[in-house]
């Protein structure tokens, strides 16, 4: 076990983003107080492959009823790494997602848009031992939200992962290049660096695309890197 | 370092059928839930419960709770999740969108203290809608005030806002509970750290 070195704050947002009304009153005002690294953060939980049945992972069949989820079929690819490169094997990584109508399962999304009665929207894989995983799933809407007249979410796919430690937590959305949304959108625009916010896109592959079947993208993923010198255990 | 973080983003309000589908009644699986510790697990078997209130002092409806923690002898289960041998997971994870009151619980044994520290407490990540990047806390607890003295973490925070991070022990009927509530601002914010 290694400790990590500490969270790079200028790739990610700030608590109160005030473009995003609701940080405003759910974003922390103080400062976060910095705590020396030890065994507790350096520890985390780790997941048996059992955990991910066989369905978990695409998408496209997890949620079937009678028939094919409608909408575009997509598999995205990518790499878990660290900051410093290594790729980090075994990690679970939790997927949920609109459908192509730009609708959610969950019981308080509203919008008028039709529910898929084949597409549920969640899932999971694991990475590799080079870090890689992939999932197929099916493109997910634009839909309309409350935070300003005429707002409206990008096309974007969540995903959560535990990382090697506690202290590596990620929450974050993948988002489609070429999508004339992200610039109006204060969710994307929260991460004030232009070239972080570059780094929740998704690229557009034709070598992962597969032929007669679904378009392909690529979507790394890089966490906190180790300190250099391992902690005692 | 050759590569930036991937910037976090929010779980916003529709998280539940993907991560705690169980706990909301979707029909997926779930790969953690409320249930830390389940009955055959070693240790003083409790409930840490409390509310999320926003700046204006609301219960927030759609936050996610994460809690990692040791076991009863203070160590950190690493091993492949498999409840099936001790009964304890080490990790749990809680929506506030179920309870009549908007709570999140969690049941669970309270931890042994870690090599590293002074004394006992779980880790706690906060997720919800509004909040573009987690915060990560830790609740210890009312009935270590001795051992809270010394521990360097709890130390380190400012007296007056010390109390932000200790639960409180209720005997109830049905056993024991900590209570501690998440402040995210206010004369009582809680104190989160950068990890």
């Known amino acids: ?233 | 370092m050759a590569y930036g973080e991937t910037p976090s983003q929010t779980v916003g309000p529709y998280f539940a059928y993907g991560l705690t589908a169980g706990q909301y009644a979707y029909d997926f699986t779930d790969i953690a839930d409320p249930t830390i510790a389940g009955p055959d697990a070693a240790g003083e078997h409790i409930r840490i419960i409390g509310t999320v209130f926003d700046g204006d002092g609301n219960p927030v409806n759609d936050a996610m709770i994460e809690i990692w923690q040791a076991d009863a002898d203070g160590n950190y289960n690493e091993n492949p999740i498999d409840v099936s041998e001790t009964g304890f997971r080490g990790l749990g994870r809680c929506g506030t969108g179920t309870d009549a009151k908007l709570r999140f619980w969690f049941d669970t044994v309270k931890p042994g203290v870690v090599k590293d520290a002074e004394a006992p407490f779980v880790n706690v990540t906060v997720f919800m809608r509004g909040m573009l990047v987690h915060a990560f806390t830790r609740f210890y607890f009312d009935d270590e005030a001795e051992r809270n003295a010394k521990d360097p973490v709890l130390q380190s925070v400012p007296a007056d806002r010390r109390d932000t991070l200790i639960a409180k022990r209720v005997d109830t009927p049905t056993g024991i509970e900590y209570r501690i509530d998440i402040h995210m601002q206010g004369d009582a914010e809680t104190v989160f750290f950068d990890v």
């Open chain 1, 1 to 233: 076990m290694s400790t990590f070195k500490p969270r790079d704050w200028g790739s990610h947002a700030p608590y109160i983003a005030p473009g995003y009304k609701s940080t405003l009153l759910r974003g922390p005002t103080q400062a976060p107080l910095a705590i020396k690294s030890g065994l507790t953060e350096g520890t985390g939980p780790r997941f048996a492959p059992a955990s991910v049945r066989e369905l978990d992972f695409d998408l496209t069949k997890n949620g079937v009823v009678n028939g094919e989820p409608l909408g575009e079929r997509i598999v995205v690819h990518g790499r878990v790494m660290d900051t410093d490169g290594r790729p980090q094997p075994n990690t679970l990584v939790e997927i949920w997602q609109a459908n192509a109508a730009g609708r959610y399962v969950h019981k308080v999304d509203q919008h008028d848009a039709p529910l898929d009665p084949n597409f549920r929207g969640s899932g999971r894989c694991f990475t590799d031992d080079q870090g890689n995983y992939k999932f197929y799933t099916i493109k997910p809407g634009a839909y309309p939200w409350g935070n300003h007249f005429n707002a409206w979410r990008p096309n974007h796919i969540h995903i959560s992962l535990f990382g090697p430690g506690f202290a590596t937590r990620l929450v974050t959305q993948m988002y489609f290049p070429g999508d004339p949304l992200l610039d109006l959108d204060p969710i994307f625009l929260g991460t004030e660096d232009a070239q972080a916010r570059e780094r929740l896109i998704a690229k557009f592959s034709i070598d992962k695309t597969e032929e007669g079947f679904a378009l392909g993208y690529q979507f790394d993923i890089v966490l906190r890197g180790r300190n250099g010198t391992p902690m005692e255990n």
